[in-house]
């Protein structure tokens, strides 16, 4: 019975060196990776960082961060409804003026009298 509990040891210890190795080997190319994409792209590292400790944070459900969002809708809103009204503004008042000279009048309500 001690020699299968030995044999038993001896495998769980194997797996768990082989287990340690490719978990370092993993570590290791994950760190290249990491490594590779900052000096690539060094901005970008710094703002995920950011994002990353601001979520890690517990901040996202802050008072701050619900004002922000709040403002940042009323802006990316108010562009919108801003590019709403100066697209259509202009077209209505063509398709108004359109609307008139096909009907055969002179753009101010009164039938055209010219032959």
Known sequence: MENGMDD?????GNDLN????ELGERTQ?????????VNANPLAAVGIAFGVGYLL?????SRTTFKA???GARVAF???LKQLVTGIGPGLFMAMSGS???AGGNGNGNKSTQR
């Open 78 to 80: 108010g562009g919108l």
């Open 69 to 71: 969002a709040h403002l």
């Open 100 to 102: 008139s000279a096909k």
């Open 29 to 37: 190319e994950i760190r290249d990776a990491v490594g590779n994409y």
């Open 8 to 12: 038993v040891k001896q495998r769980v």
């Open 57 to 61: 944070s517990g901040a996202l459900f």
């Open 18 to 21: 082989e287990l340690r190795e």
